[in-house]
Each structure stands twice: as C-alpha cells, then as structure tokens.
C-alpha cells in the first residue's frame, strides 16, 4: 500500500524558510515523478514544483528562485525548500507521486505566512 506523508508546515513570517518533506512507504520514490501542489482558500490547485524520475525539476513562476525541489533517495523523501516566503505563498501543501497504477496523494500540510 502506498502511503505519502507530508511534514514540515507551520507558521513563518514573510521572508522566512521552511522544508517540506514527503516521506513514502509503499513505493520507490526515486522511480516516479513526483510534485509538490499547493490549495489556497477558495482557489484550485496548483502545482509548485515538480521532479522527474531522471531528476529534472520544474517549478512555477510564482515560486522560480525561492523554491527547491530535491529527493534524498536513501530516506526515501522529496523535500520543497522554501525561502523567502511571501504571505500568497500561504497554502496547503500536498505532494503527489505519479506511479504506474495511478496517482497518489499525501494528506497535506499547513503553510501560512504571515506579513
């Protein structure tokens, strides 16, 4: 069974970091793509950032410069580090790993910035 678990959230204030980690059990991260996506009250879901098997990345706009996507393979984790973090960053956060049956879903993790 595939489990993806997101950590790492809380409350920062505007110009500050922090470093989502997706930890996943079930399934080799290394092997699938995987994306961090981001909901904000009363908008869609969007994606943040992304990283491929091959461990090309790609970010959004909004976020190119101040976020990092990047996996340690021996824990098995896709971390999102975030610097200067603007108070529209303020979001849930979910990672999400594509794999072969499908896509897969952690239950998210608070982000809020404050100004």
């Known amino acids: 069974q595939v489990q993806l678990v997101e950590s790492g959230g809380g409350l920062v204030q505007a110009g500050g970091s922090l470093r989502l980690s997706c930890a996943a059990s079930g399934t080799i991260l290394s092997r699938n793509a995987v994306g961090w996506y981001r909901q904000a009250p009363g908008k869609q879901r969007e994606l943040v950032a992304g990283?491929?098997?091959?461990?090309?990345?790609n970010y959004a706009d909004s976020v190119k410069g101040r976020f990092t996507i990047f996996r340690d393979n021996a824990k098995n984790t896709v971390y999102l580090q975030m610097n200067s973090l603007e108070p529209e960053d303020t979001a849930v956060y979910y990672c999400q790993a594509l794999l072969w049956n499908g896509a897969y879903w952690g239950q998210g993790t608070q982000v809020t910035v404050s100004s």
């Open positions: 990283i491929s098997s091959s461990g090309t990345s």
